[in-house]
Nanobody, 128 residues
Framework: QVQLVESGGRSVQAGGSLRLSCAVS????????MGWFRQAPGKEREGVAH????????YYSDSVKGRFTISQDKAKITLYLQMNSLKPEDTAMYYC?????????????????????WGQGTRVTVSS
């Protein structure tokens, strides 16, 4: 069983930066692909970034492209999401997720159901 624990969410002013972390309970980063999703109140869960098993392939939604960067540290067994130039519309609960059956990064990010493991989420609030 893989457990994921997110951290790093907090309140920040528009234009600021945050780095979210997702600690993985087991040394599984070499065998799973991972992604970050977010869900704002009253909205569907949205895939914002995905990274392939090798770490060479990434995907970003249009809403975050150029501002967010997904990365992983296999030695620390941690997934990151660096978020820059934050906007009020980035306000949401952010979740990391892992999958052992992986398709292209864009395919994975488009369907939360493809992910098997989920963290509890970390809240990001961006004020104007």
């Amino acid at each position: 069983q893989v457990q994921l624990v997110e951290s790093g969410g907090r309140s920040v002013q528009a234009g600021g930066s945050l780095r979210l972390s997702c600690a993985v309970s087991k040394k599984t980063l070499s065998s799973v692909c991972m992604g970050w999703f977010r869900q704002a109140p009253g909205k569907e869960r949205e895939g914002v970034a995905h990274i392939s098993i090798s770490g060479d392939g990434t995907y970003y939604s249009d809403s975050v492209k150029g501002r967010f960067t997904i990365s992983q540290d296999k030695a620390k067994i941690t997934l990151y999401l660096q978020m820059n130039s934050l906007k009020p519309e980035d306000t949401a609960m952010y979740y990391c997720a892992a999958a052992s059956i992986c398709f292209s990064p864009s395919t994975m990010a488009a369907d939360p159901a493809r992910y098997t493991y989920w963290g509890q989420g970390t809240r990001v609030t961006v004020s104007s």
